[in-house]
């Protein structure tokens, strides 16, 4: 099972076919396992990651810090979850640290995330303070260099 | 013919040239060409062992080493040794660094042989074995082996070539080009023949990192009575993906490494102190990446297996290295005809398997240290190559 979501993690599109030859399985057996990993969400969707600047276009990406006051029996939960409803949101994750949540933000423009971090974010309740960082460039995400130059080099045939 | 060719050595033009030499210049010039033809790691070496290097630099690390190289070298390699197949040696006296197993294979026959002194070679063999003993004034004798044996070399195969000159058995396991490993018994049967006949063995263990299915790799020199006789080699280029490093080393008894060393200082001096930095890292903090490296090969083995018996080529399963040696009589060509048209047709380079020994013909030696997706296009354009024959 850890080596099928492995080979998946890194190419989600892999053929059943390959994927059984690779771990020395039937395809039945590798369909199986699939439809059971997605049914317990381990598995939770198949994404493509995308170089959207190369593609052309340019959205900006805030990082977010977020201080909140946690609430009575929720803690965190209850205002994590107003938070990440958002479709701007991409991500959020609870923090050790000098502030609580982190949230990923996408935009089409600067004035767009500052925007919602304004209107939308700094004021819901329990929102004590936000401190807004902008990212400059993806240099690997998710494990991807964004730009590997590490071609292969060696010669076409040695013995 | 020009005038200077009858000026080499007789030795020079003994050493027939390299059988791969016309398909590497027809397949270098295509630029869709999908290659299973290259003997070496698709990997590039892991970044904290180039990090290590590059930080030896900064620090200084450009003089010579010890002839035999950096102490401490020797000691991760004693100590890799003992961990792993409880040998014990003397990283004073029983190992030698080396530029590669390569030197370490030329030195150890020339610090073995005379004139006239035979070496038997179970083929199909990695390229070199054959050249390096000519050069050393010995005579190889090849041990043909054959696909109904999976290619294991046998004490009575071995026999049969046995004469009073016989003084060195040569062997590789696992085995580059075929992927043969051979089980203890099968060892055992060949220290017998090692020991009955008083011969020097060397083994040279290059791929023993790279065993699959829960194969554990047997050292020879760890075989009751072997480790006197034996002289043992390896490296960081196949297991540590450092091909371009340079770094092998051998382990033998203290009168083997004082002549290879006697022939190492004058000639080489010592292997690059660059190379050997980055492999005190990789000794001491490599094995979860090797492993990595290992499990992916271990997933195109399977994968390559499966597609060559798709496609009804007579194919063993690999158990060692990264090469798979299927048979291709049943297509009528030879293993030379069969990879020139391949390459022309398909633009798919593989390597004939007479160029690893006469009883290589009829096979071809596809390696799998490439991308899941070459290996799967490599596959396609060969089905597509073999329906169209």
């Given at each position: 099972m850890r080596e099928l979501l492995e080979l998946l993690e890194h190419d989600a599109r892999r053929p059943v076919k390959e994927l059984a030859a690779m771990l020395n399985k039937s395809e039945f057996e590798i369909e199986d396992a699939l439809k059971k990993l997605e049914a317990n969400k381990v598995i939770m969707s198949y994404n493509t990651l995308i170089d959207w600047e190369r593609f052309g276009d340019h959205n900006v990406t805030s990082v977010i810090e977020v201080n909140v006051a946690p609430q009575r029996e929720v803690g965190f939960d209850a205002i994590a979850e107003r938070i990440y409803r958002f479709d701007e949101v991409k991500s959020v994750y609870l923090m050790s640290g000098s502030f609580d949540l982190l949230v990923i933000i996408e935009g089409q423009s600067l004035n767009k995330v500052a925007d919602f971090v304004a209107r939308r974010l700094s004021t819901i309740e329990g929102v004590t303070s936000t401190r807004s960082h902008f990212m400059?460039?993806?240099?690997?995400?998710d494990g991807t260099i964004m730009d590997d130059k590490e071609n292969d080099r060696r010669l076409v045939m040695t013995p | 013919m020009n005038k200077w060719e009858e000026n080499l050595s007789a030795a020079v033009k003994q050493v027939p040239p390299s059988g791969i030499r016309k398909f590497f210049d027809v397949a270098a010039k295509m630029d869709d060409v999908i290659t299973l033809g290259i003997g070496e790691p698709d990997f590039v070496t892991p970044w904290h062992i180039r990090e290590s290097c590059v930080y030896g630099l900064e620090k200084g690390y450009t003089s010579y080493s010890t002839n035999k190289g950096m102490p401490l070298l020797r000691k991760e390699i004693a100590a890799l040794y003992k961990r792993s197949h409880a040998l014990e040696y003397d990283p004073e006296e029983e190992i030698i660094v080396t530029v590669g197993v390569s030197e370490a294979v030329d030195l150890a026959l020339r610090a073995v042989l005379d004139q006239g002194d035979e070496v038997l070679i179970p083929e199909p063999?990695?390229?070199?074995y054959k050249a390096c003993v000519i050069l050393a004034g010995g005579i190889p004798v090849p041990v043909a082996t054959g696909i109904e044996n999976e290619f294991r070399v046998t004490a009575d195969a071995l026999e049969k070539y046995v004469t009073p000159k016989t003084k060195v058995l040569l062997i590789g396991y696992p085995n580059n080009p075929t992927g043969t490993v051979l089980t203890a018994e099968e060892l055992k049967g060949i220290a017998a023949f090692a020991q009955k006949h008083d011969l020097i063995v060397l083994s040279d263990e290059i791929y023993g990192d790279l065993t699959y299915g829960g194969l554990e790799h047997i050292c020879f020199s760890s075989l009751p009575g072997m480790k006197d006789r034996t002289i043992l080699f390896n490296g960081f280029s196949k297991a540590y993906a450092m091909t371009g490093w340079r770094l092998g080393y051998a382990l033998a008894n203290p009168v083997f490494i004082e002549a290879m060393n006697k022939i190492h200082q004058y000639t080489?001096?010592?292997?690059p102190v660059t190379a050997q930095v980055a492999g005190i890292e990789a000794l001491q903090n490599g094995d979860a990446n090797m492993h990595k490296m290992i499990h992916e090969y271990d997933r195109r083995r399977h994968l390559i297996y499966e597609g060559f018996c798709r496609m009804g080529l007579k194919t063993f399963e690999p158990k060692g290295a990264f090469y798979i040696f299927p048979n291709i009589e049943s297509t009528g060509m030879t293993s030379e005809e069969f990879v020139e048209n391949l390459l022309e047709r398909e633009h798919v380079a593989v390597i004939p398997g007479n160029a690893f020994g006469e009883c290589g013909e009829g096979f071809i030696r596809c390696s799998y240290a490439t991308s899941i997706d070459k290996i799967s296009g490599a596959l396609n354009r060969i089905e597509n190559f073999l329906k169209n024959i």
């Open positions: 400059l460039k993806a240099y690997k995400k | 063999c990695y390229v070199s080489m001096l010592c292997a």
